[in-house]
């Protein structure tokens, strides 16, 4: 026994101290797998690097790190990410988007119709009722399913990674919504075969997320709330994480909710001043449109300051009337106060469902765009009496987070154990 233990642990100091020389004299190894979130409305792509024990998110296009998860096709072919939101306008027939939402779920007739009613492109559904696209381009029509979708937004990440590490990258560690099932799963992870990539594992976007924050680390039990508001959903999760293992206790969310909704009511209101202003609707597709950019624009800027100008000319108005109006950040919460509220039933709701009190939540994760806006952050930190985990930019966390768990995977981290999810059969709750 003992001479075991001795070998052992010579082999162990031998390992280390290997380690150790390499780290000086050789030069930093290129990351083996690549961490991939593809996501709804961005998708980011990540690798980790021994060296500096940081995790990068990657440039993909123009100076842009995550791309929007827009494909179209057009006469000048497939275009992706931003190129293919600057053209949709012009093409909205084939300029597809939310793959995610469709890929490897199975849809009725009737869903089919609900869906359809949402998009300016054509849907069906093959036999087993899986979605396909309906595109026409240069006079023929072609069928394009979800995962062709994912397929081309991951060919594009695989190469801004290959950019950025010079060696082809054929491996990669994905992040999927925790409510995805079995046949969800296989179908992304069929969208990376078919973009060349193997997928050594698919992990939850709330597990990655708590990864980003290094929450795996902690040596005691932890519970973790993620909270994900996005473009128009909210998603929420309690996770218990010990020792690297992460179980997920329970999800709740709101799938008509997020930064779209709070754009509206702004838009709402300006049109309200517009009409009080000049006594006539604004209606005028490409007037609304220009708003509708200012109203995102003021929205983001309302995050790091009291007060926005909007500032645009009303192209159908007479003699272009030049349109002023200043909104306060005060004005723009108490026209989504009620909105913002909402973000707290599924939170509760959570905690309900498996009898946990607020003060049993150890660490609060922020995630997705809309959990910039100060109230949003505001009604969480007071609702727990607690600061929730924000210093990772919130729409990157999951994708630095994947890229974590690649790196430990692809062994850049020694003696460190991947974090490993049990599986769990909880329900999402969905609030309206
Ligand atoms: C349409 O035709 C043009 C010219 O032949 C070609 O470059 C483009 O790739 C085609 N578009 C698609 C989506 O196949
Ligand atoms: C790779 O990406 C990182 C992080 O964005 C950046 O600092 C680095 O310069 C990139 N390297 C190359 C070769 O593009
Ligand atoms: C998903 O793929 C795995 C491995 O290929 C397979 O065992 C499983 O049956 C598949 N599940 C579904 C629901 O298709
Ligand atoms: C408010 C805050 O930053 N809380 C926690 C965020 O996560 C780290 C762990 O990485 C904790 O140490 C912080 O206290």
């Known amino acids: ?52 024990g940081n995790a990068d998110v990657l440039e993909v296009q123009d100076g842009h790190k995550c791309i929007p998860s827009i494909v179209a096709f057009s006469e000048d072919g497939i275009v992706v990410g931003y190129k293919a939101l600057a053209q949709a306008d012009h093409n909205p027939k084939n300029t597809l988007y939310d793959a995610k939402r469709f890929i490897g779920k199975p849809h009725t007739q009737i869903e089919l119709k609900e869906a359809q009613k949402q998009y300016s492109f054509k849907l069906e559904a093959d036999e087993y009722g899986m979605i396909r696209y309906v595109v026409s ?35 990669a560690v994905m992040s999927v919504p925790a409510e995805f099932d079995d046949l969800q799963r296989n179908y ?79 838009m709402l209101y300006l049109l309200d001043i517009i009409n009080r202003r000049y006594g006539r609707d604004l209606v005028d597709k490409e007037d609304l449109q220009n708003l509708r950019l200012h109203v995102e624009a003021a929205k983001l800027s309302l995050t790091y300051k009291d007060r926005a100008e909007i500032h645009l000319p009303l192209e159908s108005f007479p003699e272009k009337t030049e349109f002023k109006e200043v909104v306060t950040r005060t004005k723009f919460e108490e026209i989504n106060s009620d909105l913002f509220k909402k973000v707290l039933e599924p939170i509760s709701k959570v905690l309900e469902s498996v009898e946990l009190l607020k003060d ?21 930190q007071t609702y727990f009496n607690k600061k929730p985990n924000t210093s990772i930019d919130p729409e990157a966390a999951v994708a ?11 062994g850049m981290w020694p003696l460190t154990v991947s974090a490993v999810e049990l599986p769990s059969r909880v329900r999402k709750i969905q609030m309206s």
């Open 1 to 52: 026994m003992g001479a075991t233990f001795i070998i052992l642990g010579t082999s162990i100091l031998a390992l280390l101290l290997a380690g150790y020389f390499a780290q000086i004299y050789l030069p930093p190894p290129k990351p083996k797998i690549v961490g991939i979130d593809l996501g709804t409305t961005y998708s980011c792509v990540g690798v980790y690097h021994a060296v500096t």
């Open 137 to 171: 381009v240069n006079g023929t029509e072609r069928k394009v399913t979800p995962e062709e979708v994912g397929s081309i937004l991951l060919s594009t990440l695989k190469e801004a990674a290959e950019r950025n590490v010079t060696v082809p990258v054929t491996k």
């Open 188 to 266: 992304t992870r069929k969208a990376a075969n078919i973009a060349g990539l193997e997928v050594f594992r698919i992990i939850n976007e709330p597990t990655a997320a708590a990864l980003a924050y290094g929450l795996h680390k902690h040596p005691s039990l932890q519970t973790i709330l993620v909270v994900d508001l996005g473009g128009g959903t909210l998603d929420v999760s309690l996770l218990s994480v010990q020792g690297g293992m992460f179980l997920t206790q329970a999800m709740a969310g709101n799938n008509r909710l997020g930064g779209q909704d709070f754009n509206q009511r702004l």
């Open 360 to 380: 049993d939540v150890d660490e609060i994760v922020l995630v997705g765009g809309s959990t910039r806006i100060p109230k949003v952050r505001e009604i969480i």
């Open 400 to 410: 630095v987070g994947v890229s974590i768990q690649a790196g430990i995977i692809g």
